[in-house]
């Protein structure tokens, strides 16, 4: 993935920058790739850039590949993730290179926030309700409902800026107290400018190919366990229970049943923190807190890097940064790099990762589940790793699994906790 | 009124501060809800509200929508004692 951020690139040069990375990272050939999907919201509404999935495909070289633009609005990543996941274990293709991005810094934030309102439906734009203040109005609800805190909301900028202090492709890369998310600006009452991710630039790619062909590609590699996506009403208030996030619930189910998994074994979460409240709401949505508690695994440290399930280890969207079309599948490639650990100073014990992407406010959702290769058996949709085998062998026997790494085998106490941790769902 | 913001980050066309609620209407022993701008800043949740209709909520020509894809009358949230 690019470094997100103010990028003086423009979209395509975003999208070709990650593209290309992931090419030479897989040691694919262009030509080799057989579906080329790109995830992006706006580039129309933000440049006057159309037709970037043919263009992404001149530029790197990956004609005559089976190109298309995935737009889903906030969640363009992963429905992108799941439109590749799609094309691999449908057999339509064995190759396929999904690339996301988004250019939005040279907007003004109110131009930014009215191309992302215009996803609201007309009896809410008219109204001048944005993306931030349905968070303001919902922040406020589900304080209280529950009877929460103000600094729970705080305690989540605080973790999450401090998780992107050591990714080095994060927008925000330093550490914030809580006095500050407290006291900064407000934007959309009772939240500050804190609670809010900022306006990005910036492109993450991921390769897939059947699991059968991953070692091919890679000594070692992460599986898409399962994916499911899944749509909530355009009307935001109509929703029945308006802290309640449906659409997250219903993808989530979904995913949970395909990959077998359940949440203990869930050791890494990347969740779409584009406001501090939604983190709390997705984590109660998915199953892993209770209606109203995940406030206190926010203040009590359990959603921290060294917790009992540590969640947006990248920085999330909050510190990392939010290039839309971009933002779903940069959340797979943190868990990608968890599980193979190759996630540097933001290292955590993992096996099984899930990431949750969502457009709109809770409109249009994708769960997905992953798992590291040593675990992993064969199965469609795997995002390849970067470590090509020279001399590909389909057919071969697939090398033995790696040794437990340093990490796993130093502190198997970890383990052993995490798998025995309590979950309430 | 079930929850109310100030947005102060508006965008083009939109009035700043926007004071915006969600309000329960009970319509033949059915709530019904709505999502609306509010008369005044000084709201809370709990408030009684009456509709107070407007001719143009925001600016038609500021924004990205197109003026002739959608209306943009409607009615604002004012408490009552």
Redesign the interface.
């Known amino acids: 993935m690019t470094r997100f951020g103010v990028r003086d690139g423009w979209v395509m040069d975003l999208l070709a920058e990650a593209g290309g990375d992931c090419i030479a990272d897989t040691g694919i050939g262009p030509d080799d790739i057989e579906h080329l999907y790109v995830s992006n919201m706006a580039s129309g ?1 933000f440049e006057g850039q159309t037709g970037v999935p043919n263009a992404l495909a001149h530029d790197l070289g990956a004609i005559p590949a089976y190109t298309q633009r995935v737009d889903q609005t906030s969640s363009s990543g992963a429905a992108g993730i799941y439109a590749a996941w799609q094309s691999v274990a449908s057999g339509a293709s064995d190759l396929t290179l999904l690339v996301g991005g988004e250019k939005m810094t040279h907007r003004t ?3 930014a ?3 992302i ?2 996803l609201t439906h ?9 993306l ?2 349905f968070a ?3 922040a ?2 589900y304080l ?1 409902r529950y009877d929460a805190p103000r600094e729970a909301l705080g305690h989540v900028a605080v973790k999450n800026h401090r998780n992107g202090v050591d990714n080095p492709n994060a927008q925000f890369r330093k550490e914030i107290t809580l006095e500050t998310a407290l006291s900064s ?7 500050r400018l804190y609670d809010f991710c900022p306006v990005t630039d910036g492109a993450a790619a991921l390769a897939m190919v059947p699991a059968e062909h991953a070692h091919s590609y890679a000594d070692t590699f992460a599986r898409v366990t399962g994916i499911a996506g899944a749509t909530d009403t355009h009307v ?3 929703r029945a229970d ?1 802290t309640h996030m449906g659409a997250v619930a219903e993808s989530g189910r979904e995913a949970f049943g395909m990959s077998g998994h359940d949440h203990a074994d869930v050791d890494v979460v990347e969740l779409h923190d584009m406001f501090t409240i939604l983190e709390l709401m997705q984590l109660e949505a998915l199953g892993f807190e209770e209606p109203g508690e995940a406030w206190e695994a926010a203040m009590d440290g359990r959603t921290a890097r060294d917790g009992e399930l540590p969640v947006n280890t990248s920085g999330g969207l909050k510190s990392k940064g939010h290039p839309l079309g971009a933002s779903g599948v940069a959340q797979v490639v943190e868990v990608y790099g968890q599980l193979l650990d190759e996630a540097g100073d933001r290292q955590v014990d993992a096996d099984v990762g899930l990431t949750c992407n969502v457009g709109g406010f809770g409109n249009c959702v994708t769960t997905t589940g992953l798992e590291a290769s040593a675990r992993a058996m064969p199965g469609p949709g795997t995002p390849t790793g970067p470590r090509w085998t020279p001399h590909p062998t389909p057919e071969g026997p697939p090398p033995p699994p790696p040794p437990p790494s340093a990490r796993t085998g130093a502190n198997p106490s970890r383990r052993s906790t995490s798998r025995h941790r309590r979950r309430r769902w | 009124m079930v929850t109310w913001t100030t947005s102060h980050a508006t965008p083009p066309g939109v009035r700043e501060p926007n004071t915006l609620a969600i309000v329960e209407f009970d319509l033949d022993g059915s709530p019904v809800r709505a999502l609306g701008q509010c008369t005044t800043d000084d709201v809370a949740v709990g408030d009684t509200v009456e509709p107070v209709y407007v001719p143009e909520l925001r600016d038609p020509d500021a924004g990205i929508r197109e003026r002739e894809s959608q209306r943009w009358d409607g009615y604002r949230f004012r408490p009552v004692e």
């Open positions: 509404e934030t109110g131009q926030t009215d191309v309102a215009s007309p009896a809410e734009y008219k109204h001048g309700v944005t931030p203040s303001g109005l919902t406020r609800h209280d600006p407000m934007v959309a009452d009772p939240l935001v208030h109509e308006p």
